[in-house]
């Protein structure tokens, strides 16, 4: 970090992206990604998923090394975040009630949070995975802006609540597999997946924004504001909550369809027998 940081931006971005994809493709994490490719592209061909998952080291690469400037990348007048509907967010402002906003691990997935938490100022609250290694996680938060932010779990998750009853917004990424969450179809298989997204918007009534980022060129994003998604009739508590997560999971589908090698391919997204 401190000789990425030293680095002028699209240098230390460029730099990034080339150790990346120069020695990603050569770990073990990368048969996982062209496992998950086999699975949720099967029409690929080897050439190609070969180019995503070069492309995937590059844009983690870049993303590691873009930490240290986060800050100045989504800066108001850095010129680095062009942004699209920002003024659907302004209108969630205004309107001083609860909403969520999601978004997936896409791109640099930290320029999305720094934006959004430029854009709605106090009244956002996001949900973050902490490090399974502390010192690492202690480095990487004092790197990034500051934020109002809480660690997913039972303390987060009622510091999440409070927030939402006084009509604040939460933002999170929901792509990740939770092993006790609910198994919604992705990409034609079963992966489990966390329904507090839409648990929480059928219980306070509020609407779900997608949010999405993509990465132009080197250390330059694209933040878009999307329609908010339509809530089910909530008739049977469970299926509106399967069916919101089924339209929360589409969209992110649909983001990795059109830039796939933006996305976090190395997860372990379904279970070893799908």
Avoid: Y
């Avoid at 990346?20 to 490719?37: C, E, F, Q």
């Avoid at 691990?105 to 490090?131: C, D, K, M, Y």
């Amino acid at each position: 970090m401190t000789a990425f940081g030293a680095l002028p931006v699209d240098w230390a971005s460029a730099l990034g992206g080339w150790l990346g994809r120069t020695i990603g493709p050569r770990l073990g994490a990368s048969r996982r990604a062209h496992r998950n490719l086999r699975r949720a592209l099967p029409d690929n061909s080897d050439a190609e998923n070969c180019r995503i998952v070069r492309g995937m080291w590059d844009n983690l690469g870049r993303s590691v090394a873009e930490l240290p400037h986060l800050e100045a990348i989504c800066a108001a007048g850095s010129q680095r975040v062009e942004i699209v509907n920002g003024k659907d967010v302004a209108a969630l402002r205004d309107q001083r009630r609860p909403a969520i906003l999601f978004g997936g691990h896409f791109a640099n997935w930290e320029v999305g949070p720094s934006t959004v938490h430029r854009l709605l100022g106090p009244s956002l609250l996001s949900v973050f995975r902490a490090s399974n290694n502390p010192w690492a996680d202690r480095v990487l938060r004092r790197r990034m802006p500051a934020r109002r932010a809480v660690a997913k779990g039972a303390d987060g998750g009622r510091d999440l609540l409070r927030h939402l009853h006084q009509g604040g917004h939460v933002a999170m990424l929901v792509d990740q597999k939770m092993n006790d969450g609910i198994a919604v179809p992705f990409f034609g298989r079963d992966a489990m997946t966390a329904p507090a997204i839409a648990r929480l918007a059928l219980r306070f009534d509020c609407p779900i924004v997608p949010v999405r980022v993509e990465r132009l060129n080197g250390p330059r994003f694209r933040f878009t504001v999307l329609p908010r998604l339509e809530l089910p009739d909530r008739n049977d508590a469970a299926d509106a909550v399967l069916e919101t997560m089924k339209r929360v999971t589409a969209t992110i589908e649909e983001w990795i369809v059109a830039r796939p090698e933006q996305w976090l391919w190395i997860h372990r997204r379904w279970p070893r027998e799908a």
